[in-house]
């Protein structure tokens, strides 16, 4: 199971307001420090406000806040309503084609079980259990808007050098 890229941004959008929580952050802000375009940044945060985690603060000084206190930012929500589609199979479509050993099958019974017990595991959790190593956080959300990353080796080091610099230009 693999969750879509607009749902990490939005975890991690939640986790930078976490951290910040006593200031407005900005879109671009969030865009530059994990080096995404500010045009999708800007979708996820819509998406956070229409679903209730976010505020937004025009104008003049304006950005975002969190609507609600950490610890009642419950993840497995957050997940459930930004991400769009649990169907890690063909036959959890709504209009899956017919299967030939559908009547048999316990795959899909054991597939269910587990994105259930994925979600209840994420329902642990809340934002604040997130951002309890913030200090760490701090300081690297403060370090040039960027998170440190560790070193590739040979040519992906080059690729993700040039995508860097091409992402700050944005």
Same mark, same amino acid.
């Given at each position: 199971? /693999? ?12 986790? *930078?307001?976490?951290?910040?929580? @006593? /200031?407005? %952050?900005?879109? &671009? ?24 985690? %976010? ?15 950490? $610890? ?11 991400? $769009? @589609? ?15 050993? =559908? $009547?048999?099958?316990?795959? /899909?019974?054991?597939?269910? /079980? ?5 979600? *209840?595991?994420?329902?642990?959790? $809340?934002?604040? @259990? ?11 959300? =403060? ?13 992906? &080091?080059?690729?993700?050098? =040039?995508? &860097?610099? @091409?992402?700050?230009?944005?």
């Amino acid at each position: 199971m /693999r969750l879509t890229m607009h749902t990490d941004y939005a975890l991690r959008l939640l986790i *930078q307001l976490g951290v910040n929580n @006593d /200031r407005l %952050v900005t879109v &671009s802000e969030t865009a530059r420090t994990y080096g995404v375009s500010k045009n999708h940044m800007m979708k996820v945060a819509h998406r956070l406000c229409l679903e209730g985690f %976010v505020k937004t603060v025009r104008g003049n000084g304006g950005g975002l806040r969190l609507a609600k206190h950490p $610890s009642d930012i419950n993840v497995g929500d957050v997940v459930r309503k930004i991400e $769009s @589609d649990f169907s890690i199979v063909g036959c959890f479509e709504p209009r899956a084609e017919f299967c030939r050993i =559908s $009547s048999a099958c316990l795959l /899909r019974s054991a597939l269910r /079980r587990a994105v259930a017990a994925f979600h *209840q595991i994420l329902d642990e959790y $809340s934002l604040q @259990d997130l951002i309890v190593t913030k200090p760490l956080l701090e300081e690297l959300f =403060s370090s040039a808007g960027k998170l440190a990353k560790p070193p590739a080796s040979g040519n992906q &080091s080059r690729r993700r050098n =040039s995508r &860097s610099k @091409d992402l700050e230009s944005v």
